[in-house]
Nanobody, 115 residues
Framework: QVQLAESGGGLVQPGGSLRLSCAAS????????MAWYRQAPGKQREWIATVFSGGSTNYVDFVKGRWTISRDTAKNTVYLQMNSLKPEDTAVYYC?????????WGQGTQVTVSS
């Protein structure tokens, strides 16, 4: 059974940083691309970043230079380091992977950026 568990969200002031973690119960973790998405209130879920099995990464334009996705294969964990946070980054953040054409999601972690 595939389980993804996000953690690390919280309340942070504008300009602050957070690091999100996603622990995956996957024996094939090292072979999978892992992604982060977010969903703000009243908006559609949007893709943020992906780290591929080989370690290469891809980002949506509005987080480039601010955020970093990474993975620790030994810990079956993917991270999202978020710097220079803005109020518009407030959302629930989800971890995602695709196995055999099927999407798997975690339960999400709330990030609130507010003074």
């Amino acid at each position: 059974q595939v389980q993804l568990a996000e953690s690390g969200g919280g309340l942070v002031q504008p300009g602050g940083s957070l690091r999100l973690s996603c622990a995956a119960s996957l024996t094939i973790f090292s072979k999978l691309g892992m992604a982060w998405y977010r969903q703000a209130p009243g908006k559609q879920r949007e893709w943020i970043a992906t780290v591929f099995s080989g370690g290469s990464t891809n980002y949506v334009d509005f987080v480039k230079g601010r955020w970093t996705i990474s993975r620790d294969t030994a810990k079956n964990t993917v991270y999202l380091q978020m710097n220079s946070l803005k109020p518009e980054d407030t959302a629930v953040y989800y971890c995602n992977t695709i196995i055999d054409g099927r999407d798997f999601w975690g339960q999400g972690t709330q990030v609130t950026v507010s003074s």
